[in-house]
Nanobody, 124 residues
Framework: QVQLVESGGGLVQAGGSLRLSCAAS????????MGWFRQAPGKEREFVAA????????YYADSVKGRFTISRDNGKNTVYLQMNSLKPEDTAVYCC?????????????????WGQGTQVTVSS
């Protein structure tokens, strides 16, 4: 059983930056591809970014490409989401997720474990 705990959310002005972290425990972190998803009030959960087991392959939603960067540190059992040039439409609860497997996946049903999420609010 893998536990995921996100941190780093908060309130930021448009154009600002935040770095989210997701600490994993209870499993061999490098056996999992990782992803970030977000959900805004009244909207469905949305894929944001994903990374394979080694960090050598990443994939982004078009809405965040060029602004967000996903990375991981297998020595620290942590995955990160660096968010730059934030926009009000990025406001959401951001959750990390773990997929048992090595390669990038993008649909929620392919993920096995989920964190509780961290709130990101971008003011205009």
């Amino acid at each position: 059983q893998v536990q995921l705990v996100e941190s780093g959310g908060g309130l930021v002005q448009a154009g600002g930056s935040l770095r989210l972290s997701c600490a994993a425990s209870g499993g061999t972190f490098s056996n999992y591809a990782m992803g970030w998803f977000r959900q805004a009030p009244g909207k469905e959960r949305e894929f944001v970014a994903a990374i394979n087991w080694s960090g050598g392959n990443t994939y982004y939603a078009d809405s965040v490409k060029g602004r967000f960067t996903i990375s991981r540190d297998n020595g620290k059992n942590t995955v990160y989401l660096q968010m730059n040039s934030l926009k009000p439409e990025d406001t959401a609860v951001y959750c990390c997720a773990a997929h048992w497997g090595y390669e990038v996946v993008v649909t929620p049903k392919e993920y096995d474990y989920w964190g509780q999420g961290t709130q990101v609010t971008v003011s205009s």
